[in-house]
C-alpha cells in the first residue's frame, strides 16, 4: 500500500537501511536497487553507481518503473505548488507563462523556462491544492509518529531488533510514501500536529489483494467504555463487530 500524504493505517513494502539522501531505483518487475544516480545514456539508458561496484551500470530506461533522488527529498521546499501533468504521468513544478499551439512555456525553479510540447501536456494545475496549504508531503518522516496498543505516545526507535519495540509492525518510509507489509494490524500511522476543525483532505493510495484500512479523524485513540466496549452493530450497510478493527481503534 502506498500512501503520500495524510493520517492512516495501511500496508507496503520495506525500506532496505540504506544511506542517508540515497538514490532509488525501482524496476518494473517490482525489484528496487539503492545506489547513486550518475545520469543518463544513449540507448537511452540510466547510469547506477554502487559503493560495493566498481564502475557504474547502465539500466534500459524500458526496464524501470522509477527513479527517486535523494530519498525523495527535495533539497529545498518548492516556492509553489503549481504544475505541470504530462501524459505519461510525470509532474514537473512551475508555473505556466505562455501557451500557443505547440509548446507550453513554463517557468521552473530548477531549470529557468522550459519549452513542453502541448501535445505531450495533459494537465495544468495552477492551484492544485487550492486555499491555504497546512500539509503537503510526506517529505520528512519526522512528520509523522507510529502508534500501538503497547506505546499509545509513540513506537520508540529500535536500536536493537531483538527489543520488543523493533519486533512490532512498523511502517517504513522511501520515496516521499510510507509503505506496510506486515500481515497483522494495529500500528496507526499519525501525523504530528494534527489537524484543524475543517480541512479538505487529500491523499493516494494504492494496494495489492484486498484493500484493509481503517483511517480516523481527531481521534484520541481511546478505548471505548460500558456497554460501546462490549460490542454491537456498527451503523451501515454491512455491520461489523468492533473486534474485527485494529486494536487501537
Known amino acids: 500500500m502506498r500512501i503520500p500524504p495524510i493520517i492512516a493505517v495501511l500496508l507496503a513494502t520495506p525500506c532496505m537501511g540504506a544511506t542517508e539522501r540515497a538514490d532509488l531505483l525501482r524496476f518494473g518487475n517490482g525489484d528496487q536497487l539503492h545506489g547513486e544516480f550518475t545520469g543518463i545514456a544513449d540507448g537511452p539508458s540510466v547510469l547506477w553507481k554502487r559503493e560495493d561496484i566498481k564502475d557504474a551500470v547502465s539500466f ?24 505541470v501533468g504530462m501524459v505519461n504521468g510525470d509532474r ?15 517557468e521552473t525553479e530548477f531549470g529557468g523556462m522550459l519549452a513542453l510540447p502541448r501535445n505531450k501536456v495533459g494537465l495544468l494545475a495552477p492551484s492544485p491544492l487550492g ?5 503537503h508531503g510526506p517529505f520528512d518522516k519526522d ?14 526507535e ?10 512490532l509492525p512498523q511502517w517504513n518510509f522511501s520515496g516521499s510514501a510510507w509503505y506496510w507489509q506486515d500481515q497483522g494490524t494495529g500500528t496507526a500511522l499519525v501525523r ?8 479538505i483532505i487529500q491523499f493516494e493510495m ?37 473486534a474485527s478493527l485494529p486494536g487501537l481503534f
Open 206 to 242: 494504492a494496494w495489492k489483494n484486498r484493500l484493509s484500512i481503517a483511517i480516523g479523524f481527531h481521534s484520541d485513540f481511546s478505548k471505548p467504555g460500558g456497554d460501546e466496549a462490549e460490542g454491537g452493530e456498527i451503523a451501515g450497510n454491512n455491520p461489523v463487530h468492533p
Open 92 to 106: 514537473i513544478p512551475g508555473i505556466v507563462r505562455e501557451m500557443d499551439e505547440k509548446n507550453v512555456m513554463l
Open 60 to 83: 534500459k530506461s524500458s526496464e524501470l518503473r522509477q527513479i527517486i533522488l535523494q530519498d525523495g527529498r527535495p533539497s529545498k521546499s518548492l516556492e509553489n505548488l503549481s504544475h
Open 192 to 199: 504530528k500536529g494534527g489537524m484543524p476543525d475543517r480541512a
Open 143 to 156: 512528520d509523522w509518529m507510529m502508534l500501538h496498543n503497547d506505546y499509545p505516545d509513540g513506537l520508540p
Open 158 to 167: 529500535a536500536k536493537d531488533k531483538k527489543e520488543d519495540s523493533g519486533k
Open 131 to 135: 486555499g491555504r496549504v497546512i500539509y
